[in-house]
């Protein structure tokens, strides 16, 4: 089954075709509709709240990577915070994938083909944003890592229970992280309006809150954006 995300494609096929610059195509294969979750999350309703999810988290990517490249220090900010959590996420979902295969490299003489439900989804993804496919990487980890704890389930090699506890605290990690794009809001701040205490930097403070001077001086980089033309956009400080 193909779910194509839509999300950014147009803009992201135009942009393509106005730089005249080469784009691979990029697809994911979930097999658990737990993953296909982590990938829709949830609009708010009937007294739940919204739970964002992959797509939601790769909209509003777009948002503070477009205010990054204009030299927004908060939108490098937003960036280097998405960067910990994915990090941190990444380094949970890797840790409990290792816990589970060292368990089940305990039945040494079954050969194991790990637990396969229906045919997966194959889900192309078209994001205007790089941080957005690694978040697509951590969906596929933990769909990865469900088949391995359902496996572990099958053969006897741990109880349902404590893998349903595995499943849902790696949930929350990756829902966490996909959470830590909220929070921006875009006043079109630079640098230099910030240290001028111009009226939007002002209410930007107000409404994000004070930026770490390491962020604001560019001591602290986001590592997938490029410094180029940076100076220029910073020294543009009209209001």
């Avoid at 040494?108 to 889900?123: F, N, T």
Wanted: glycine share 6%; proline share 3%.
């Amino acid at each position: 089954m193909t779910h194509p995300l839509e999300a950014n494609r147009l803009r992201t096929q135009t942009e393509a075709l106005q730089n005249d610059r080469h784009e691979s195509r990029v697809f994911v294969e979930l097999r658990t509709g737990s993953a296909m979750r982590l990938v829709t999350g949830r609009p708010s309703g009937d007294g739940k709240a919204a739970i964002i999810g992959l797509l939601g988290f790769a909209d509003r990517l777009r948002v503070i990577w477009d205010a990054a490249k204009r030299g927004d220090p908060y939108a490098r900010w937003w960036l280097l915070k998405v960067e910990a959590s994915t990090a941190k996420a990444r380094n949970f979902v890797q840790a409990q994938r290792a816990s589970v295969r060292k368990t089940l490299s305990v039945f040494k003489s079954l050969r194991i083909d790990l637990s396969r439900g229906a045919k997966p989804w194959r889900v192309e993804l078209v994001f205007a944003c790089p941080y957005a496919y690694h978040g697509a990487q951590l969906v596929r980890q933990v769909d990865a890592l469900i088949t391995e704890l359902d496996t572990s389930v099958q053969i006897g090699a741990r109880r349902k229970a404590d893998t349903s506890k595995t499943q849902r605290n790696a949930e929350r990690v990756l829902r966490r992280t996909f959470s830590s794009s909220q929070g921006y809001w875009d006043f079109g701040v630079t640098r230099e309006l910030i240290q001028q205490r111009a009226p939007k930097a002002v209410d930007a403070e107000a409404k994000m809150g004070v930026i770490p001077d390491e962020v604001l001086n560019g001591n602290c980089w986001p590592r997938l954006l490029d410094r180029k033309d940076q100076s220029v956009t910073e020294g543009n400080t009209g209001e």
